[in-house]
């Protein structure tokens, strides 16, 4: 069980930070991102991950039933992730921002066309690497959401400088796309798939924000979060 979360984990934390860390490019919107996640690991089941954002941070809670709820915390003003699953808390510093611009050649259409999760989308593929493994982003986008929420989504996954993101989603938002589904795969093997549900502008509690006052936060090492 702890190997399964420990997994886990180091998926949820690119997946945050993928969703997350861009939001300090723009710090102005307010509101809530709900995707689901499939993480072969752990079973078929669609997990909830609800990532509420305001003033350029993000709280994410994944509810993964029987191991209970994680959550993921970006501050973009110190800099930091802090993951909390029970009652154990870790914090760890966020990787520098880069400056990528848009290279519409990070990302290769397959050709594919379909409707996915109510949006017609088209699937693109990007290579990406995570320490010495190297893999693989397949991304259905769309380009039917209204033009204010696709720039929120995109802009919201295209500072991260992990993994190549930064280059795929600045190229995705050169063509004007948004994400509607990410699949990561290492190694041959998927690792998760992230599936968009819903995009909500609303009033967002502070308190939301920032992680229990009750749980000691343990400095880590963020190399440890890879898998």
């Known amino acids: 069980m702890k190997q399964l979360t420990t997994l886990f984990l ?13 939001v300090r490019a723009q710090g102005t919107f307010e509101g809530v991102v709900t995707y ?10 669609k997990l909830p991950m609800i990532t ?7 709280a994410t809670v994944i509810d993964m039933g029987a191991m209970g709820k994680q959550q993921i915390y970006i501050n ?33 259409p397959t050709g594919k066309k379909d409707v996915i999760n109510g949006h017609a ?24 959401f209204p033009a204010d929420i696709r720039s929120e989504l995109t802009h919201a996954l295209s500072d991260n400088p992990q993994n190549g993101g930064n280059k795929v989603f600045n190229a995705l938002f050169a063509k004007g796309l ?18 968009f549900v819903k995009f909500e502008k609303k009033a ?23 898998h």
């Open 10 to 22: 180091g998926v949820a934390a690119l997946v945050v930070s993928l969703i997350a860390t861009g």
């Open 36 to 45: 689901s996640v499939t993480v072969p690991m752990l079973g078929d089941d």
């Open 76 to 108: 973009n003003q110190t800099h930091t992730m802090s993951i909390i699953t029970g009652k154990n808390g870790f914090t760890m510093p966020m990787p520098a921002k880069t400056n990528d611009s848009a290279d519409i050649n990070a990302i290769v």
């Open 178 to 195: 948004a994400p509607v589904r990410i699949s990561i795969a290492t190694d041959g093997t998927t690792q998760a798939t992230i599936d």
């Open 204 to 226: 967002v509690d502070d308190a939301t924000m920032n992680p229990p006052a009750d749980i000691k936060l343990q400095p880590m090492d963020p190399s440890k979060m890879r």
């Open 121 to 144: 989308a088209e699937e693109y593929t990007a290579t990406i690497s995570e320490g010495d493994h190297q893999g693989t982003m397949d991304i259905w986008a769309s380009n039917d």
């Open 52 to 58: 509420s954002i305001k003033g350029g941070n993000a």
